[in-house]
């Protein structure tokens, strides 16, 4: 489905908007965020806005030096083509389309498709799922393709690759970033493949954004990723920052790193390499050489939480943990509700680390998926608890998972080791009940239960309003591409 006029005609005004912000930041900034304030009648970064523009009242604020620090450190068409495509496509056209379809289909529509170009890996991590899987698997370039333009007409303008290695395919990878100017590209790697003439491509098409996997200084990294590892990643990020080509992080930690990654040494070092965001994940023992081991205590994951909250008050970097920050996102992403996960395989699943699913891309559409009765258990069973803090249906609401896949029929992705849902949960039981008494106190420290009962109310509202525009209007039904 291509723009309608109305769309169309936002996407001209607020692009005008943008360059001139792009002109002078500390000149024309504020008045840009009170602009869009008040024209954003969908709701799509409205509260995002209000908060840009209490950083920017104070010039010394952490996060006012961030934003800053974009104008100062990354290319001027790069962040131009990245404000557009997230702040216009993304978010001011792309969340109030997600919004009409998903009242009109009853299912979840996603803010972003996380999705696996290939299983090959140049690199043999410890615990990782992905080294099960070979270099077997992959997504051609015209099933790639596919997905993105299925997605565009349900208002789905970011996408992430993980894998295996996305870079093994960063041909295929450029590609998709030239024929769909208006989406941002987002891409898990271990960074070792980046290098000067792949970094010029990115400068070319400025809509790719690498997210580099880092364990924590070059010790932790190179005993879970291989000897030199560190040093490599280093280099990849000395040619982004030289080139002012945006860059972030992905951090994984474990039983094993969990100090290390949540130290102050650790960030600021990040951050003075050029790193503008942190993504965290906790280890999950996902697949049959998992190391339960490697998971987190009760102690560590609070350690966590309260420093990425000490950071954000201090740090020139956004950070996101996506367990611990189940507060701001209202529990559970997954399941569609703001993103899901394609394997190498087509297996349209619920999250990266959940490989069950009852859907394929070679066999479903993407609207198809979402109304199935996997992602459908998702979409009724969201959140999972009233306690944020415990997001997820299987590391934090035991049972929860195996429920929803035995209610749905759904099977393991796993080709080679299919792993039974139970199996999985019990891994993940013990780490649930010691974490339950930690989340409800810091819940209840934190005034949740209070905020989270105002938030029920609010999203009820906005819900019947959502739900009355959709209701006004008539879209038509994507079809697939591949």
Request: charged share 25%; glycine share 6%; net charge neutral.
């Amino acid at each position: 489905m291509a723009k309608t006029i109305a769309e169309f005609s936002k996407a001209i005004v607020l692009r005008r908007v943008l360059r001139y912000v792009n002109k002078d930041f500390d000149k024309n900034g504020i008045k840009v965020i009170n602009w869009l304030i008040r024209h954003d009648r969908g709701g799509g970064v409205k509260h995002e806005a209000q908060l840009v523009k209490e950083a920017l009242s104070d010039p010394g604020n952490n996060w006012s030096q961030l934003l800053r620090s974009l104008w100062t450190d990354i290319d001027d068409g790069q962040r131009l083509r990245l404000f557009e495509n997230f702040v216009v496509n993304g978010s001011m056209i792309g969340t109030p389309r997600q919004r009409r379809f998903s009242e009109k289909y009853d299912c979840n529509i996603p803010w972003a498709v996380l999705m696996d170009p290939t299983s090959a890996c140049n690199l043999h991590c410890t615990g990782c799922w992905a080294a099960e899987y070979g270099d077997k698997l992959s997504l051609s370039l015209k099933e790639l393709d596919g997905i993105v333009r299925q997605a565009k007409v349900l208002g789905t303008y970011f996408f992430i690759y993980s894998g295996g290695e996305p870079l093994v395919r960063k041909k295929d990878i450029i590609t998709l970033c030239e024929r769909h100017p208006d989406c941002a590209f987002l891409s898990f790697t271990n960074g070792t493949l980046i290098d000067e003439a792949f970094a010029d491509e990115m400068l070319r098409v400025k809509n790719f954004v690498p997210a580099i996997s880092v364990e924590g200084f070059e010790e932790a990294t190179d005993s879970r990723r291989g000897k030199g590892t560190y040093a490599k990643v280093v280099q990849a990020m000395e040619i982004l920052k030289r080139k002012k080509l945006a860059f972030g992080i992905s951090c994984c930690y474990t039983s094993q790193n969990t100090e290390t990654i949540g130290s102050e040494a650790y960030l600021d070092e990040m951050i003075r390499l050029g790193a503008k965001f942190m993504w965290l994940f906790t280890y999950i023992p996902v697949g049959k050489d998992a190391v339960p081991e490697l998971m987190v205590t009760a102690e560590q994951r609070e350690f966590m939480y309260h420093q990425l909250r000490a950071f954000r008050d201090t740090k020139a970097i956004f950070t996101m943990d996506f367990w611990n920050d189940g507060e701001y996102a209202d529990g559970c992403i997954a399941g569609g509700r703001r993103f899901l996960h394609i394997n190498a395989n087509g297996d349209i699943e619920p999250c990266a680390f959940i490989h069950y699913s009852d859907s394929n891309i070679r066999t479903h559409t993407l609207l198809e998926a979402y109304q199935r009765p996997l992602f459908m258990q998702y979409r009724k069973n969201q959140p999972f608890n009233d306690n944020m803090l415990m997001p997820c249906p299987l590391l934090d609401n035991s049972g929860k998972l195996a429920e929803m896949i035995e209610q749905s029929g759904a099977t393991s992705t796993d080709l080679q080791n299919p792993e039974d849902v139970h199996t999985l949960c019990d891994k993940c039981n013990h780490a649930a009940a010691c974490w339950t008494p930690v989340a409800d106190r810091l819940w209840v420290a934190s005034d949740g239960p209070a905020r989270w009962e105002h938030k029920k109310l609010r999203n009820a509202q906005l819900q019947r309003k959502y739900a009355r525009e959709a209701h006004a209007r008539v879209d038509t039904p994507p079809r697939s591409t591949l």
